[in-house]
C-alpha cells in the first residue's frame, strides 16, 4: 500500500472483534494513517529506503519526511470498510468509545430486502441442491418463506410500538430461516427412510407371526386325537394313583415304627454326643494350656534347641510328632529345616488348622506319639526348664 502504492481494501467485520484493542489500532488508522510505536526502528529504516526515491521526486528528503509521504500513501490508497451489525448495545457503546468510526468513516445503511429480493434468494437457495427432490415445490416454498419474513417484520415493529422494545429482522435472519428449514427437510430425509424400514420389518413379522399362529392352529387340529387319547390315559391314571395311595397308606404305618426305632437310635446318639461333650469338657483346659504353652515360646528357645548336635529323645519325639502335622518327613533333620526362621516355625504353631486335620493323621498321631511313654508334656518341660 505505502511501499508499492498500489490500492486495497481492508474489510473487517464485528465478528472478528476477538479484543477491543483492535478497534483501538482501527480508530488510529483511520484518524492519523498510522498506528502509533507500530514499527521497531530497524522496520522504520527499511520503509524510508524502500519510499526513498519516490519521496525525492516529490521534494521530500529528510527522514521524518519521507517517513510522512509513507503515511501519505498509506492513507491514500488504504480503504478500509468496516461491517457492524447495529443490533445491540455493541455497537453504541463502540461508537462512543472510537470516534473516528463515525468521524471518518461513510456510514452505509442498507434497506430491509423487498419482496422480490427475498423470493430471489430462497429460489436460489432451495434450487442449490438437486437431491432433496423440491424442485416443484420451491415456488411455493419462496412464497411461504417470504410471508414468514415479513410477517415477523411486521409483528417486531408492532412489538416496538407496544412495548418499546426493538426485535430486530436482518438479512441474516432470513438466510438463517432458509438454512434452518433445509437442514430439517435433510434431516428428515434421514428419518423417513429409516421409518419405513421399521414399519416394513414390522409388517413382515407380524405376517411370519400369522403364519405361526395358522401352523399352531393346524397342527391343535392335528393332534386332537392324541389329546383325547392322553385324557384318557390320564383318567387311567388318576384310578391307578388311588390305588397305589392305599399302598403308600399301608407303607407309612411301616414308615411310623422305623421312625420310633430311629427315636430310639436318636436317643442313643444324644447319649454319646453328651459324653463326647463332657470329654472335650476336660480337653478344653488341657487345649487352652498348650495354647498357652505357645505364647511362651521365643525365637531364643527355638534357636537352642536347634543348636543341639545330639538332642534328647523326648525332644526328637516331640519334633517328629510337629514334622508329622506339618506335612514334613517326620525327622529330627527336617524339623531343623522347619526351625530355619524361628518366627515362622512359632507363626506356624499358632495358626495351626486343627479344625482341618484328616482323621487319619489324628490317629497316627496318637498311636505313634502321645501314647509313647516318653511323650509326657509335664517331664520335658521339666527337662526344658
Known sequence: VGVEDQPMMFLFSDTQIVKESFLEDINNVLNTGEIPNLWKPDEREAIIEDVRAAAKSEGKETKDSIFAYFVGRCRENLHIVLAFSPVGEQFRNRCRQFPSIINCCTIDWYNPWPDEALHSVAE??????????????????????????????????????????????????????????????????????????????????????NEMVDGLKQKLITLKPKIDKKETETKELVVSLVEQQKIAGEKEKICEKEAQESTKIFEEVQTIKEDCEGRLAEAMPIYKKAIAALDTLNVKDIQEMKAYAKPPDDLVLVIKAVCLLMGQKESWDEGKKLMNDPKKFIESLKTYPKEKMAPRMHKKLQETYIKQKEFDPENIKKKSE
Open 124 to 209: 436460489r437457495k432451495y434450487g442449490e441442491d438437486n437431491t432433496l427432490g423440491i424442485a416443484e415445490f420451491i415456488p411455493g416454498l419462496c412464497k411461504m418463506s417470504v410471508e414468514i419474513h415479513q410477517s415477523v417484520s411486521e409483528a417486531s415493529e408492532q412489538f416496538y410500538q407496544e412495548l418499546r422494545r426493538r426485535n430486530y429482522t436482518t438479512p441474516t435472519s432470513y438466510l438463517e430461516l432458509l438454512k434452518m428449514y433445509l437442514d430439517l427437510l435433510k434431516h428428515h430425509k434421514t428419518i423417513l427412510p429409516q421409518k419405513i424400514r421399521r414399519y416394513r420389518s414390522g409388517l413382515k413379522r407380524m405376517k411370519t407371526t
